[in-house]
């Protein structure tokens, strides 16, 4: 998991609302792996490669037409637009569910997490206060903030001098 430190976790609506868009996107990539098996290709554009190499054309949508597969063709262009790139197989498990590491990776998205810097600043400021409340009720009463928001002495602390 994420070693990182988390400042703010934004609200679960926006992770939710993008990975229910994955999930409605699962069956999808299912089908476009399905009729890219039955093509026997493994991408689109491999099976525009081997279609125009049987046929000599450089027109996908002809040579597909000419060996009948422009259903098939069409429905893949189909397919390749509705997912936009948002999913691919290789995000799915072998039950045909959203991998973990896809998941972590939106949750990260949405996740806002200190820099070294603020990890650093922050430490300080805490052994500050823990020092501060260390301090008895009456210790605390010598000192305060001056002008310059800085600590310093109460003006009227005996202990100034």
């Given at each position: 998991?994420?070693?990182?430190?988390?400042?703010?976790?934004?609200?679960?609506?926006?992770?939710?609302?993008?990975?229910?868009?994955?999930?409605?996107?699962?069956?999808?990539?299912?089908?476009?792996?399905?009729?890219?098996?039955?093509?026997?290709?493994?991408?689109?554009?491999?099976?525009?490669?081997?279609?125009?190499?049987?046929?000599?054309?450089?027109?996908?949508?002809?040579?597909?037409?000419?060996?009948?597969?422009?259903?098939?063709?069409?429905?893949?262009?189909?397919?390749?637009?509705?997912?936009?790139?948002?999913?691919?197989?290789?995000?799915?498990?072998?039950?045909?569910?959203?991998?973990?590491?896809?998941?972590?990776?939106?949750?990260?998205?949405?996740?806002?997490?200190?820099?070294?810097?603020?990890?650093?600043?922050?430490?300080?400021?805490?052994?500050?206060?823990?020092?501060?409340?260390?301090?008895?009720?009456?210790?605390?009463?010598?000192?305060?903030?001056?002008?310059?928001n800085e600590l310093a002495f109460n003006p009227y602390s005996e202990l100034r001098f």
């Amino acid at each position: 998991m994420n070693k990182r430190k988390i400042k703010k976790r934004s609200n679960g609506h926006l992770i939710n609302v993008e990975l229910e868009q994955l999930k409605k996107l699962v069956p999808l990539v299912v089908e476009m792996d399905s009729l890219l098996d039955n093509l026997e290709a493994k991408s689109i554009a491999e099976f525009e490669d081997s279609i125009n190499a049987k046929t000599g054309w450089s027109n996908t949508v002809m040579s597909a037409t000419a060996h009948g597969f422009d259903q098939e063709y069409k429905k893949l262009l189909e397919l390749e637009t509705l997912i936009d790139g948002k999913l691919c197989s290789k995000d799915l498990t072998k039950t045909k569910e959203i991998k973990p590491a896809i998941i972590s990776a939106i949750i990260d998205k949405h996740t806002e997490f200190y820099s070294p810097a603020e990890l650093k600043t922050k430490q300080t400021l805490e052994e500050l206060m823990q020092t501060f409340n260390d301090l008895a009720p009456e210790e605390r009463q010598h000192i305060a903030f001056n002008r310059s928001n800085e600590l310093a002495f109460n003006p009227y602390s005996e202990l100034r001098f």
